[in-house]
């Protein structure tokens, strides 16, 4: 079992900046696969970003603008946001899956955290 506890969402302005963190428990975190998702209002929960080891891979709609990272040592997984869009508003999970071949697939992910709430104004 694996629990992860997403934080660091809030309000920004178009433009803006802010970093998501997910810290993890329960199992050896760096056996797990990372993903981040979202959800905005209406719509269905999408892919964003995942981690295995060190290379980060994107949605198109967030490259070059997002990047995920993880610390092991503090079994952490981050996600920075620059050049924050209105767009972008949504709630953020980030989810750990063992085994993964199709990471943009959130049926391939295992746990979820509870999800952040990200809200960029215009």
């Known amino acids: 079992q694996v629990q992860l506890v997403e934080s660091g969402g809030g309000l920004v302005q178009a433009g803006g900046s802010l970093r998501l963190s997910c810290a993890a428990s329960g199992r050896t975190f760096s056996n797990y696969a990372m993903g981040w998702f979202r959800q905005a209002p209406g719509k269905e929960r999408e892919f964003v970003a995942f981690?295995?080891?060190?290379?980060?891979y994107y949605a198109d709609s967030v490259k070059g603008r997002f990047a995920i990272s993880r610390d092991n040592a503090k079994n952490t997984v981050y996600l920075q946001m620059h050049s924050l869009k209105p767009e972008d508003t949504a709630v953020y999970y980030c989810?750990?899956?063992?085994?993964?071949?199709?990471?943009?697939?959130?049926?391939?992910?295992?746990?979820w955290g509870q999800g952040t709430q990200v809200t960029v104004s215009s």
């Open positions: 989810a750990a899956a063992g085994k993964i071949t199709t990471p943009d697939n959130l049926n391939a992910y295992t746990y």
């Open positions: 981690i295995r080891w060190s290379t980060g």
